[in-house]
């Protein structure tokens, strides 16, 4: 029974496949599937807390706080089921720094930040990112480098760590501002 649903997964991600296909579809797979790296988001994080209102910085915060959480789950649970990337020549950079795909960073990192968009507003942004969540996980499948349930999984992951974790986050910023005011009293002392 496992083996079937795995040579289904299979079919249905090859079936959904582009990279091998130029064109404009392509173009926007490759698009998506890279508007979801971590590097990207952490670095638009960066710059939106050093520019942005105080509003802006809290959610600089807290979205660069559940990503960095997430990212550190993805990888632990990659690293114990190991499953191998699909075949393909596109995405190097992914094969060669992880060479596992179950579950989806990409897909748990993109539904994380756009649940958490729902829980700290602005509603507008929060719409954006829902539309734009799907598309970096389809994107994923597109291109080659994740089947369609290593993305399934991770949207379903990024939601539960939102779920999860915004509940506990205005404790967790008051013990780290505590611990920062506390540092800084005594640094200052």
Do not use: C
């Amino acid at each position: 029974m496992f083996k079937k649903i795995l040579e289904l997964d299979r079919d249905w991600s090859y079936a959904l496949r582009v990279a091998e296909k130029p064109g404009l579809l392509r173009n926007f797979a490759m698009f998506f599937a890279h508007s979801g790296d971590s590097w990207f988001w952490g670095l638009g994080m960066l710059i939106l807390w050093f520019a942005g209102n105080s509003f802006w910085k809290q959610w600089a915060v807290y979205q660069l706080f559940w990503v960095s959480l997430l990212a550190a789950l993805v990888m632990a649970l990659k690293f114990s089921i190991r499953r191998r990337r699909p075949e393909g020549d596109w995405g190097a950079i992914y094969r060669n720094t992880d060479p596992h795909s179950f579950p989806s960073g990409h897909a748990a990192r993109a539904f994380l930040i756009a649940t958490l968009a729902v829980f700290l507003g602005p509603g507008w942004l929060a719409i954006a990112l829902w539309i734009w969540a799907p598309l970096v996980s389809l994107a994923r499948v597109a291109m080659g480098v994740h089947y369609v349930s290593d993305v399934i999984a991770g949207a379903m992951l990024g939601v539960l760590v939102a779920f999860l974790g915004y509940p506990v986050s205005a404790a967790v910023f008051a013990q780290i501002s505590l611990s920062l005011v506390g540092s800084l009293g005594f640094l200052l002392w």
